[in-house]
T-cell receptor, first 115, second 112 residues
Framework: QQQVKQSPQSLIVQKGGISIINCAYENTAFDYFPWYQQFPGKGPALLIAIRPDVSEKKEGRFTISFNKSAKQFSLHIMDSQPGDSATYFCAARGSFSGSARQLTFGSGTQLTVLP | DSGVTQTPKHLITATGQRVTLRCSPRSGDLSVYWYQQSLDQGLQFLIQYYNGEERAKGNILERFSAQQFPDLHSELNLSSLELGDSALYFC????WGVGEQYFGPGTRLTVT
């Protein structure tokens, strides 16, 4: 099963609040979990990524939390700003043994940060 | 700017036609991936090339084909176009063995 399930579909947060987006996966062969940010009319931009041997990774206001046993990972955006308003995609990459190095994407979360 | 370039930015064509989308990967990246983004299907992997060779295929229709040239740029060919092929087409590149994939700005294809 190659699916990555993402929730919520849309999220509205006040400026300064915490935005939380969740993803779950089935395939235990996934070995790399990036998050991408996409603005309208632009390509997805790599935001932050984590590997399954780490439970948390933080870069600035962005944190990934990873729960290997639950096969879940989430993106936390601290002190959310109106400029963070975009669509966020979680993704997972297959293991090398299957030659499947492509990314499987979640369905996306449209984040709106109100001023 | 990811360093990945795609041309053209926009393409409008009629059903039954054939188009070619072009992608230049980041300098030094050997692997190119093609993705399709549509409202109902989200971001879907189409095909991957590494150093000129096809490495993986996803949900790519038989009407679609791709290749990677010796200078590492890649082309995605879409033929017998249908209305449902209207979408954003992205390419991404990465060095082999490294997880990060960097996406280009995309080509918006509209089939009328």
């Amino acid at each position: 099963q190659q699916q990555v399930k993402q929730s919520p579909q849309s999220l509205i947060v006040q400026k300064g609040g915490i935005s939380i987006i969740n993803c779950a996966y089935e395939n235990t062969a996934f070995d790399y979990f990036p998050w991408y940010q996409q603005f309208p009319g632009k390509g997805p931009a790599l935001l932050i990524a984590i590997r399954p041997d780490v439970s948390e990774k933080k870069e600035g206001r962005f944190t990934i939390s990873f729960n290997k046993s639950a096969k879940q990972f989430s993106l936390h955006i601290m002190d959310s700003q109106p400029g963070d308003s975009a669509t966020y995609f979680c993704a997972a990459r297959g293991s090398f043994s299957g030659s499947a190095r492509q990314l499987t994407f979640g369905s996306g979360t449209q984040l709106t940060v109100l001023p | 700017d990811s360093g990945v370039t795609q041309t053209p930015k926009h393409l409008i064509t009629a059903t039954g036609q054939r188009v070619t989308l072009r992608c230049s990967p980041r300098s030094g990246d050997l692997s190119v991936y093609w993705y399709q983004q549509s409202l109902d299907q989200g971001l879907q992997f189409l095909i991957q090339y590494y150093n000129g060779e096809e490495r993986a295929k996803g949900n790519i229709l038989e009407r679609f084909s791709a290749q990677q040239f010796p200078d590492l740029h890649s082309e995605l060919n879409l033929s017998s176009l249908e209305l449902g092929d209207s979408a954003l087409y992205f390419c991404a590149s990465s060095p082999w063995g490294v997880g990060e994939q960097y996406f280009g700005p995309g080509t918006r294809l509209t089939v009328t």
